[in-house]
């Protein structure tokens, strides 16, 4: 298969209009023959765009692209300045005088900063459910942490929310005090397992939407089937790794976030309560879900080198006596652990800067499992 997007041909490019160096910085695998791509330019700014195997597709997307450049001999549709032909509000809304993109899914999602807030733009078709998922999670939140509030949404697929006070979670454990990062973490977890407690909806069961251990297998394999096809990790079977979230019967089940890691949480000094983002991807599901991903992306963030081990196992700990997860939570957070590391390892496997620290989680992962060939 074809990695020019990848590693060679599309790694770097010159943008369109100022001509600046682009690098790649990530990419989204949709399917053998498209990917959706992410620069950078020198000053951090995103420059979305696709890369298709089949120039037809590549020339069917930009002719109904307004504002894309086709670059044919990489394969490559640029879009810069919110030009989507999926997201037809985007391009108005980054043309804003008091407008600034901070991130473009291609043909899906992205958020800008304004004035008044953060915009999320996605498909029209997709407003109503982004919507009854955040106010449901507002009705959850009941005064034990804080969301973003909703300011307006629009039938062309903006929706504008109130900015949080405070800082992530991500860029405060780096600070030179661990006090206030600990105690952050502490509340992270409270945060947390006020969401768990709240009564899951029918009664207790697993509702619409549930993420069962199935769909947590299936988002493994989403992005590990495409990162070894494209020969970014090696082909070894996932599966004895994926046994454990099977062998659980009738665990509790609850509200979870589904994408929860250091980057949704905002402490903010002058409030107790934490904040927490993106809760359009609130769903139901085991609470060991939410709490192995976060404690992943700690030894993540060690493995980056942005953390030291001291820190990254205060953290851990300040994390988990604020979430005081039960006996069967703890017992599962190692299965969503292991999920969590082969997840990771597809997504970090198509981060160019990081693929050698892909191929680590998928052996941290496979280790425990004797029936996998390690790499």
Same mark, same amino acid.
């Given at each position: 298969m074809n990695e020019a997007p990848?590693?060679?041909?599309?790694?770097?490019l010159s943008h369109p209009v100022t001509d600046e160096r682009l690098r790649l910085r990530r990419a989204w695998p949709r399917d053998e023959g498209h990917l959706l791509l992410e620069w950078e330019t020198p000053h951090g700014e995103p420059v979305p765009g696709q890369w298709f195997a089949d120039p037809a597709r590549l020339n069917r997307a930009a002719a109904a692209t307004e504002g894309a450049v086709p670059l044919p001999e990489e394969g490559v549709l640029l879009q810069p300045d919110g030009a989507d032909r999926r997201l037809p509000a985007l391009h108005g809304l980054v043309a804003r005088a008091d407008a600034r993109l901070i991130a473009h899914r291609p043909e899906r999602r992205a958020v800008v900063r304004t004035a008044e807030g953060y915009a999320k733009v996605v498909r029209p078709e997709r407003v109503a459910?982004?919507?009854s998922?955040?106010?449901r999670a507002a009705r959850y939140a009941d005064g034990a942490f804080t969301v973003p509030e909703l300011i307006r949404a629009e039938d062309s697929g903006v929706t504008l929310w109130s900015a949080l006070p405070g800082e992530p979670l991500h860029e405060l454990s780096r600070a030179t005090r661990v006090g206030d990062p600990l105690l952050a973490w502490y509340r992270a977890g409270a945060a947390l397992a006020a969401l768990h407690a709240?009564?899951?909806?029918?009664?207790?069961?697993?509702?619409?939407?549930?993420?069962t251990p199935a769909d947590e297998r299936a988002a493994v394999l989403r992005w590990l089937g495409p990162a070894r096809r494209f020969g970014l990790l090696p082909d070894v079977d996932p599966e004895p790794a994926l046994a454990p979230l099977?062998?659980?019967?009738?665990?509790?089940?609850?509200?979870?976030?589904?994408?929860?890691?250091?980057?949704?949480?905002v402490a903010d000094p002058a409030d107790?309560?934490? %904040? =927490?983002?993106?809760?359009?991807?609130?769903?139901?599901?085991? /609470? $060991?879900?939410? +709490? !192995?991903?976060?404690?992943?992306?700690?030894?993540?963030?060690?493995?980056?080198?942005?953390?030291?081990?001291?820190?990254?196992e205060a953290f851990r700990s300040a994390f988990l006596? %604020? =979430?005081?997860?039960?006996?069967?939570?703890?017992?599962?957070? /190692? $299965?969503?652990? +292991? !999920?969590?590391r082969l997840r990771l390892a597809g997504v970090y496997a198509f981060r160019p800067r990081w693929r050698r620290l892909a191929r680590d989680l998928m052996n941290e992962a496979l280790r425990s499992s004797p029936a996998a060939a390690r790499p």
């Amino acid at each position: 298969m074809n990695e020019a997007p990848i590693r060679d041909r599309a790694f770097h490019l010159s943008h369109p209009v100022t001509d600046e160096r682009l690098r790649l910085r990530r990419a989204w695998p949709r399917d053998e023959g498209h990917l959706l791509l992410e620069w950078e330019t020198p000053h951090g700014e995103p420059v979305p765009g696709q890369w298709f195997a089949d120039p037809a597709r590549l020339n069917r997307a930009a002719a109904a692209t307004e504002g894309a450049v086709p670059l044919p001999e990489e394969g490559v549709l640029l879009q810069p300045d919110g030009a989507d032909r999926r997201l037809p509000a985007l391009h108005g809304l980054v043309a804003r005088a008091d407008a600034r993109l901070i991130a473009h899914r291609p043909e899906r999602r992205a958020v800008v900063r304004t004035a008044e807030g953060y915009a999320k733009v996605v498909r029209p078709e997709r407003v109503a459910d982004l919507v009854s998922r955040c106010e449901r999670a507002a009705r959850y939140a009941d005064g034990a942490f804080t969301v973003p509030e909703l300011i307006r949404a629009e039938d062309s697929g903006v929706t504008l929310w109130s900015a949080l006070p405070g800082e992530p979670l991500h860029e405060l454990s780096r600070a030179t005090r661990v006090g206030d990062p600990l105690l952050a973490w502490y509340r992270a977890g409270a945060a947390l397992a006020a969401l768990h407690a709240v009564p899951a909806d029918g009664g207790g069961g697993v509702g619409p939407g549930a993420h069962t251990p199935a769909d947590e297998r299936a988002a493994v394999l989403r992005w590990l089937g495409p990162a070894r096809r494209f020969g970014l990790l090696p082909d070894v079977d996932p599966e004895p790794a994926l046994a454990p979230l099977f062998e659980a019967d009738a665990a509790r089940i609850g509200p979870v976030h589904r994408d929860c890691y250091d980057k949704q949480f905002v402490a903010d000094p002058a409030d107790e309560r934490i %904040g =927490l983002l993106d809760m359009d991807t609130l769903t139901t599901g085991e /609470p $060991a879900l939410d +709490a !192995a991903n976060v404690l992943v992306h700690i030894a993540l963030r060690r493995a980056q080198g942005r953390l030291t081990p001291g820190r990254a196992e205060a953290f851990r700990s300040a994390f988990l006596s %604020g =979430l005081r997860p039960d006996r069967e939570t703890h017992e599962r957070i /190692p $299965a969503y652990a +292991a !999920a969590a590391r082969l997840r990771l390892a597809g997504v970090y496997a198509f981060r160019p800067r990081w693929r050698r620290l892909a191929r680590d989680l998928m052996n941290e992962a496979l280790r425990s499992s004797p029936a996998a060939a390690r790499p």
